[in-house]
Each structure stands twice: as C-alpha cells, then as structure tokens.
C-alpha cells in the first residue's frame, strides 16, 4: 500500500508539472514566445508551488521527492515543446534556465505543504 500511494504521488507529480509547464505554451500565439511574457513565469511559479504543496499535504514524507517529480513534469513539457512546438531555442540552456525558474517554488511549496500537514493547519481550499 504505502509502495502505491508513493508510486501515485510521483504520476501525480509528474502529470502536474507536465499540465503548469504546458498552459503558457500551449496558449502562445505562433508569433510571440512564452518565454517572452511575464505571464508565462507567473503560472509556472504559481501551478509549481500549488502542485508540489498538494501533493506534500497528501503525503509529508520525505517531500523533497514530490518537488523533484513537479520539476520533471515540468521540464519534460518544455522539452515537447522544443520537440514538437514552434518555439526554437538552444535546447540546453533552456533546460537549465527553466530548472532554475521551476525548483524555488516547487521545493518551496512542497516544504510548506510539509509545514501545514504538521501543524494541522488547512488551507481553506482543500
């Protein structure tokens, strides 16, 4: 059980940073780059610290693993967007970039979640 509700978490993970690092791109207008707005980075940081702090109130175990699965997902959405996007960029120094943008709000949010869970303290929206 507790090897499924581990393996959940990191799928959940997963597919929530590959869902936040996908809107902006997926919203982009073929002439402007995401990458460009302030709004792209804006939802990155916000869907990153929200993803990781649900999934560390769920489980606050070792919470760190839940920050690393969100930045994943997240960086293989950029990197479907490099593959098959009309976004052209020096492929690894946007990986690097966006691990930069992508790990302060997700470890942030996945410590908070841990924060929360141990006091008892709930936000209103769960």
């Known amino acids: 059980m507790r090897l499924?509700?581990?393996?959940?978490?990191w799928v959940l993970g997963l597919a929530l940073g590959i869902f936040v690092g996908g809107i902006p791109l997926i919203r982009a207008d073929i002439?402007?780059?995401?990458?460009?707005?302030v709004s792209?980075?804006?939802?990155?940081?916000?869907g990153l610290f929200l993803s990781s702090m649900v999934i560390s109130i769920a489980q606050p175990?070792?919470?760190?693993?839940w920050a690393i699965?969100?930045?994943?997902?997240?960086?293989?959405?950029?990197?479907?967007d490099i593959i098959i996007?009309?976004?052209?960029?020096l492929f690894p120094f946007s990986?690097?970039?966006?691990?930069?943008?992508g790990t302060p709000p997700a470890f942030a949010g996945a410590y908070l979640g841990k924060l929360v869970k141990g006091t008892g303290v709930?936000?209103?929206f769960l």
């Open 85 to 89: 996007g009309s976004h052209f960029f």
């Open 95 to 101: 990986l690097i970039l966006h691990a930069g943008v």
């Open 40 to 46: 792209s980075y804006l939802v990155w940081w916000t």
């Open 122 to 124: 709930r936000p209103s």
């Open 61 to 65: 175990e070792r919470v760190w693993r």
């Open 31 to 37: 002439v402007t780059d995401p990458f460009d707005k």
């Open 4 to 9: 499924e509700k581990g393996l959940l978490s």
């Open 69 to 80: 699965a969100v930045i994943l997902g997240f960086l293989v959405a950029v990197i479907l």
